[in-house]
């Protein structure tokens, strides 16, 4: 694992806005976005839309599952980073309504989401300083 | 089960769409730079005017913008279940009253409808009068700013455009990014 670090100085770079299509999962669909775009690095800047059902993670390690459809993504914000592998890896936290308007919130988890009606998604590509 | 906690990984499903599959799953479309303005949504006036209006005037038509927290007078808002009709497979609700509500957090989308008008696309969390946290997709036309006015960051989309299109697979229409046409 390499050395953390807490500042990280660059620029912001090109903006990129998707419809991510039905059933496709929430985190990887923002993955295979910036490799549509070439981004390699990027921040959300906005996004909303819904999911079949809803997964995040637990502090002990346990998924919390909100069960829809359709579970309505109302906040969302996240980055995107080029891992030392050379993989893209988006990190995603949000908040999610159920279909009675209760809300639950963390962090959502790789696979586990798949996009119910249409999912919309702005990045804006962030430029690491050399 | 409406929620539930597990040590097992959940199975995500996949649903069956009225329509046919479409073989494109990400439509995109870039611009080659950012450009931001801080919006404030001004007391008396509606979410939808309040976004709509001030960015046409600066030639802002399609954006996504990040609402940062302030009071309404009034919202209502629907949730998403399963359409007793079977035309799709989500419908939503009628509209919910939430009465004086503080919004905690929107995204909101800005494009243009089938009929070429100014379309938002708003989902929040909210504060309803009761107290009760909620969400779901805002009626923005319905949303009056309070007293103060509400900060939003918009993220214009320049180079290409939103419009509102059919989508066959979904059978609803939906935002979606093309090439600019005609600009107005």
Redesign the interface.
């Known amino acids: 694992m390499g050395e953390m670090i807490a500042v990280e100085n660059g620029s912001?770079?090109?903006?990129?806005?998707?419809?991510?299509?039905?059933?496709?999962?929430l985190v990887q669909?923002v993955e295979?976005?910036c490799l549509?775009?070439g981004f390699r690095n990027a921040f959300v800047?906005?996004?909303?839309?819904?999911l079949?059902?809803a997964?995040m993670g637990?502090i002990d390690?346990?998924?919390?599952?909100?069960?829809?459809?359709?579970v309505?993504?109302?906040?969302?914000a996240g980055e995107v980073r080029l891992g030392e592998d050379g993989s893209l890896r988006a990190a995603l936290t949000g908040?999610?309504?159920?279909?009675?308007?209760?809300?639950?919130g963390g962090p959502f988890v790789a696979?586990?989401?798949?996009i119910?009606?249409?999912f919309?998604v702005?990045l804006?590509e962030w430029l690491p300083a050399k | 089960m409406k929620r539930v906690v597990t040590t097992q990984l959940p199975r995500p499903r996949t649903l069956i769409h009225p329509g046919r599959f479409n073989p494109v799953r990400i439509q995109s479309l870039h611009s080659s730079k950012g450009r931001h303005v801080r919006l404030a949504l001004l007391p008396g006036v509606s979410l939808f005017d309040g976004l709509v209006k001030p960015l046409a005037d600066i030639g802002i038509t399609s954006a996504s913008t990040t609402i940062l927290g302030g009071y309404f007078e009034g919202v209502q808002y629907c949730v998403a279940p399963p359409d007793q009709q079977g035309r799709a497979v989500i419908a939503y609700s009628k509209p919910i009253p939430a009465g004086r509500t503080y919004m905690i957090f929107g995204n909101a989308t800005l494009g243009k409808s089938i009929n070429g008008s100014p379309l938002v696309h708003c989902h929040a969390a909210i504060r309803t009068e009761t107290g009760e946290v909620k969400g779901g997709h805002i009626l923005t036309e319905t949303c009056i700013v309070s007293r103060d006015p509400i900060p939003v960051l918009v993220t214009s989309l320049d180079e290409f455009e939103l419009r509102q299109a059919y989508d066959p697979e979904t059978n609803i229409p939906l935002l979606q990014p093309y090439k600019e046409t005609i600009n107005g």
């Open positions: 912001m770079g090109r903006v990129a806005y998707a419809r991510i299509a039905p059933n496709e999962d669909g295979k976005l549509a775009e800047r906005g996004a909303l839309g819904s079949v059902d997964c637990t390690g346990k998924y919390l599952q909100i069960q829809g459809p359709a309505e993504i109302v906040s969302l908040v999610v309504a159920d279909p009675e308007g209760n809300v639950y696979g586990l989401n798949p119910c009606m249409t919309e702005t804006e």
